[in-house]
């Protein structure tokens, strides 16, 4: 959990600052971005000071801490993913996280919502400015298009299977990590 705060949370707040100070969104998505910010990070400081004091309920403070970060990482993504392409690297932090104490299958189920979650942002905001364009467009019709962009489709999919890829390579990594320690002792 400790590498998590060490490596991905400050990957995350220097993404988030690089996309506010160099994109320059509205005051109010820039005031939102840093209230979910902050929240989050009070709220990750919390569960994380309090996983060892409630021992008995480590594993689903855990588990809440995971897909917290997941839900902030979606309401971040939605906010500036307009103004910095990047933001998609959010929805790697808590399938990574998850990589390191959650079975094969959870981290499997973390990153498939993880990337779905992704997917149905880009689809959401390409049906928005389709239906801005043309506001007379049934939604259906909006759908369509949004799903004949094939850049669209391509990019998002990409980015999806580096999301499952990625987190079902650092559960191997840990799992490995855990056997090597555990044929030292």
Do not use: C
């Amino acid at each position: 959990m400790h590498i998590l705060n060490y490596y991905f949370t400050p990957f995350a707040v220097i993404l988030i600052l690089f996309a506010l100070f160099f994109s320059e969104p509205e005051r109010s998505v820039t005031y939102a971005s840093f209230a979910i910010l902050a929240a989050a990070f009070a709220a990750n400081y919390w569960l994380s000071s309090n996983t060892y004091r409630f021992l008995r309920w480590s594993r689903h403070i855990r588990a809440v801490t995971v897909w917290m970060n997941l839900l902030v990482s979606a309401a971040l993504f939605y906010l500036l993913s307009a103004y910095w392409a990047p933001m998609w690297l959010l929805f790697l932090t808590a399938p990574a996280a998850s990589a390191m104490y959650m079975k094969k299958w959870q981290v499997f189920a973390t990153a498939a919502v993880s990337s779905a979650l992704m997917v149905a942002i880009y689809f959401h905001r390409a049906v928005t400015f389709i239906t801005a364009d043309a506001p007379d467009m049934t939604l259906a019709a909006a759908l369509s298009q949004a799903a004949s962009n094939t850049q669209l489709l391509g990019m998002a999919a990409t980015q999806a299977v580096f999301i499952v890829f990625f987190s079902m390579f650092t559960a191997a990594m840990a799992e490995m990590i855990v056997k090597v320690r555990d044929s030292m002792r």
